[in-house]
């Protein structure tokens, strides 16, 4: 093996232990590792090793594009509320664990199919905690089993994850590989996902632990009351508050209903919603921002409806109010607040208690604290100035764009629809998709932006980088002999072994830059056997992408480590079982569809 090879093996080994350490971050690792690669090559002038060019070739990967592409479509599909609007009917209101898994999994894994599983977790993690509360069911055996649904999911279709899109379109570059289709890759990822999903239904109450944490269980000081009216024309109204979901929301309670001047200060389950209706409200402040984001809810009307900003691009902010705000002592209706901050206040706390009364007759006291939807400026303009203490923005609190759910459905089917009939590329129907979203309101430019996770497109480059860098040095032909030795030529052992190879550096670091410095391994051992690409490249996607063992191997994993109180042994107990799962139906359906 020639020098280039052995430095570029020592490089790779280096980057793989810093980022299994936790020593470096893998951005700056696998950066750091081919500046080195890249440094020794100009000054030596070694033709074996990789050149600036070919090292940053990889920001142009069709893959690449494609992923922060898909990005903005998942947030298209956030803002405007319509993972909910598909959701809500599915998941219904169960009352046991069996059924409360058995409805969760299969919505998430079937969005994750066609959506980035970071964003899909994310919205479901406040629907686990509202299951778990309803059902009086430990949280614990349901976050896990949500981020494993997300991630068997993703294995469906070629734009499930960011690592199927990369190792496709690395072996796209490959000579007489065309790509794989959207659904092509099904014929293995379905077969997973249901023995996937069984496993976690059947052995979940027996390997998670029974406990996890539960928004509204922490005593929180803050309990606003805050007060919405249900929308005229809306789908809540003629439900009862039971049907409608606004009996049992996490970390939050009804207190009473308004209906047309009168009060119902005992609101049964079984009371209809009328339009019109004021609901009051108290609760923390999560609880709070989900209700305003509710399908059929609004602001009370006489607070918000006079704000000049329109609505999509409010946000909410918290003020604490100071001894010197002028307003102190005053009414919030008398105070004239909207007209003198161009800010509504919807929520107010004081003291952990509830207020009574409408929101407008309360007086402002030194110390309160206002829940306000107003312009992003506000932030500003009030930051320094003495009226208030304290003012900081809530985060992801930009109202959802209901009317546009139906627009974000539609674009996302008819992406789908165009690349997987072959009318356009998967690159171009999702630079369309993306374009629509923008165009029709879904989702904002600065929207779009914040929701593309920059740094998973840093490590995918880099990682192209190392990978281009493997192959070139000859490291990635040596490693792919030796495989083929130790499994004595026999195509299905060497499959076993690189996922087996790709699963551990999966577990360890990341999914995207295991899956870019297995794949030249793969390659040369596909032309060493003689084999065809295909049943090669989807090992290593398949390996890439369904890490179960560690909470590190998998973004959401690690997304539901806190929430559901787990230990690390956790993952090991109930991950590795599925891990031998999806890789016995891997390597049992691989050769069967795809001859070698």
């Known amino acids: 093996m020639r020098w280039e090879a052995w430095l570029t093996v020592a490089v790779v080994v280096a980057v793989f232990l810093a980022l299994a350490s936790g020593r470096a971050r893998p951005v700056s690792g696998l950066f750091g590792g081919l500046t080195v690669i890249i440094t020794v090559g100009a000054l030596t002038g070694s033709e074996h090793l990789v050149a600036p060019a070919e090292a940053v070739a990889g920001f142009g990967n069709s893959g690449l594009i494609t992923v922060g592409l898909l990005f903005v479509v998942a947030a298209g599909l956030v803002h405007t509320g319509a993972v909910g609007l598909v959701t809500d009917p599915l998941l219904g209101r169960p009352r046991r664990l069996f059924t409360a898994q058995l ?71 490959q000579p007489g590989f065309d790509g794989l289709g959207l659904f092509d890759i099904a014929w293995v990822g379905v077969p997973a996902t249901v023995v996937g999903i069984g496993y976690i239904l059947l052995a979940s109450p027996r390997l998670l632990p029974a406990g996890g944490s539960a928004l509204g269980e922490t005593p929180d000081p803050r309990r606003y009351t805050v007060e919405v009216s249900v929308a005229r024309d809306g789908p809540l109204v003629g439900r009862s508050i039971e049907a409608a979901g606004l009996r049992h929301l996490p970390g939050l309670f009804l207190a009473e209903i308004e209906r047309e001047g009168e009060l119902l200060p005992a609101v049964a389950p079984s009371e209809r919603l009328h339009g019109g209706d004021r609901l009051v409200f108290v609760g923390v402040l999560e609880s709070v921002v989900d209700l305003h984001r509710m399908r059929g809810i609004e602001p009370a009307a006489d607070r918000v409806d006079r704000l000049t900003a329109p609505r999509e691009q409010r946000c909410l902010v918290e003020a604490v109010v ?26 107010v706390a004081r003291g952990g208690r509830r207020l009574p009364g409408k929101i407008g007759d309360i007086v402002l006291q030194a110390g309160d604290t206002l829940l306000l939807e107003t312009h992003p400026s506000f932030l500003q303009r009030q930051r320094n100035a003495r009226d208030f203490f304290l003012v900081s923005g809530v985060e992801d609190s930009t109202p959802r764009r209901h009317d546009r759910a139906w627009i974000a459905l ?29 165009l029709t309101g879904c989702v904002t430019g600065p929207e779009a932006r914040r929701h593309v996770d920059w740094n998973v497109l840093l490590v995918i480059g880099a990682a192209l980088g190392l990978g281009e860098a493997i192959a070139q040095s000859g490291a990635a032909a040596v490693a792919a002999g030796e495989l083929v030795d130790l499994a004595g030529g026999e195509p299905l052992l060497v499959l076993a072994a690189i996922y087996l190879v790709t699963l551990l550096c999966t577990e360890l670091i990341t999914n995207n830059a295991a899956a870019v410095l297995v794949f030249p391994i793969a390659v040369s051992a596909a ?37 559901g109180g787990y230990r690390f042994a956790d993952y090991l107990r109930f991950g590795l079982p599925l891990n031998a799962l999806v890789m016995g139906v891997t390597l049992g359906m691989v050769p069967w569809v795809w001859e070698f």
Do not use: K, W
């Not at 705000?325 to 929520?347: K, M």
């Open 103 to 173: 409805r969760l999994l299969g919505p998430v894994a079937g969005l994750s199919a066609f959506l980035n599983n970071t964003p899909i977790v994310a919205v479901f993690l406040p629907v686990v905690n509202d299951l778990a509360r309803r059902c009086r069911l430990p949280a614990s055996r349901l976050y896990l089993p949500l981020s494993y649904a997300a991630i068997l999911g993703g294995t469906c279709t070629l734009i499930g994850t960011s690592t199927n899109l990369i190792v496709d379109g690395l072996a796209r570059a």
């Open 322 to 347: 100071s001894d010197a705000c002028p307003l102190v002592g005053h009414s919030i209706r008398d105070g004239r607040f909207r007209a003198e901050y161009q800010a509504a206040v919807i929520a």
């Open 527 to 563: 032309e060493t056997l003689g084999a065809g690409l295909t049943p090669f490249v989807v090992v290593v996607m398949m390996a890439a992408s369904a890490a179960f063992a560690t909470p590190i191997g998998y973004q959401t994993n690690l997304m539901v480590y806190g929430p």
């Open 410 to 438: 539609a674009t996302l089917a008819g992406m789908v629809t165009l690349a997987a009939s072959g009318v356009l590329t998967l690159l171009n129907a999702a630079l369309l998709a993306a374009g629509t979203l923008v």
